[in-house]
């Protein structure tokens, strides 16, 4: 951890806890301070220090499935020549759907997410993307299955990144065109409130449910049923990992026969190392692989490491690693934006 960061145990504790999840009720900052044994009070001004001092955390809010809020997203790997790949990134920033941008360790050197609401079409957006910024190769590699979506940093150094969890975090059903409820305005409403910092007061679900002017049980019944519907994976604190020491982050990708995708995603989504596990579609012969895992460790040595036990403990051998060497933009989507 940064010299630079001084936090005691107690801190530690309550990052740990913050990622995991944020209590749904109308006193959280109480519930999370009796576990701690410390006041109400404390906790707010020590999240208060760790969110707005140290900048530790980035943001503890709802965490939203995009494809079930009616907007088509998509990673999107692009070939830029590298003295011009600053020059590239910060236009693809500009975008409002980008919401993270990295350089990584291959010829495919600029890494990007990217969402799009209903009524545009997402390869066209990305098609002017690539011109814009004279893209010698671009590939977008959409989701088709997701095994696990959970970062959760081991804070406390308390876990072994080799451990196997017994359930992969925030995993989702086989991907399927389920047919969703239309979101009310008053959803919407409620959506764009959500994905916003959570306030630091004693009852901080009271104050945001007087802005959409409804009473608070509304405002946890809303949030309920969303959960229920998938829109909603969580409501937990996202961490400033670099900051935190976790400078090492390695995209392991795989080449998977197809009748063993779901096998070998279930079983390297359990490592306690993995944050993301999703299936991608192949683009042979430029890129040949089609299941990825992200994995944030203190040292590249360490992701190394992980990742060659992740091989041995799966049976894949043909894989490839690519490490994240700058990152040009790291937010949530906002969705919904009124402008």
């Avoid at 998509?74 to 759907?97: F, K, S, T, Y």
């Avoid at 990708?253 to 192949?282: K, M, N």
Wanted: aromatic share 8%.
């Amino acid at each position: 951890m940064s010299a630079s960061i001084e936090m005691d145990h107690i801190d530690q504790q309550i990052l740990d806890i913050l990622q995991k999840e944020f209590p749904l009720v109308s006193r959280p900052f109480a519930a999370l301070a009796n576990n701690l044994s410390i006041t109400e009070e404390d906790l707010i001004s020590r999240i208060r220090f760790l969110l707005y001092e140290k900048k530790i955390i980035r943001e503890i809010s709802a965490i939203f499935d995009s494809k079930r809020l009616g907007y088509e997203s998509c990673l999107v790997a692009m070939q830029i020549p590298p003295d011009r790949l600053d020059a590239a990134a910060a236009l693809i920033n500009e975008h409002p759907g980008v919401s993270h941008n990295y350089s990584r360790s291959h010829t495919l050197n600029l890494w990007f997410t990217i969402a799009i609401p209903n009524g545009h079409n997402l390869r066209h957006e990305v098609n002017k993307l690539g011109e814009m910024v004279s893209a010698t190769a671009t590939l977008l590699l959409p989701s088709l299955r997701m095994f696990k979506l959970g970062v959760r940093l081991d804070i406390t150094g308390t876990r072994d990144p080799l451990s196997m969890e017994n359930e992969q975090r925030n995993k989702s059903a086989d991907p399927k065109d389920e047919i969703m409820p239309d979101l009310t305005e008053k959803d919407i409403k409620i959506i764009r409130e959500l994905q916003k910092n959570i306030p630091l007061m004693i009852t901080p679900f009271k104050e945001i449910a007087g802005r959409i002017n409804i009473p608070e049980e509304e405002l946890f019944d809303a949030i309920g049923k969303m959960m229920k519907q998938g829109r909603i994976r969580r409501f937990a604190a996202v961490l400033r990992h670099r900051d935190m020491g976790f400078k090492a982050n390695a995209m392991g990708v795989w080449i998977v026969p197809p009748e063993d995708i779901v096998r070998t995603g279930t079983h390297l989504a359990r490592f306690q190392s993995v944050t993301h596990c999703y299936e991608r579609p192949a683009c042979p012969p430029l890129w040949p692989y089609n299941l990825y895992t992200m994995v944030h460790t203190r040292t590249r040595n360490e992701c190394i490491f992980i990742l060659q036990k992740m091989s041995e403990e799966a049976g894949i051998k043909e894989y490839h690693y690519l490490f994240s060497e700058k990152e040009y933009k790291k937010a949530r989507v906002r969705y919904f934006k009124e402008q």
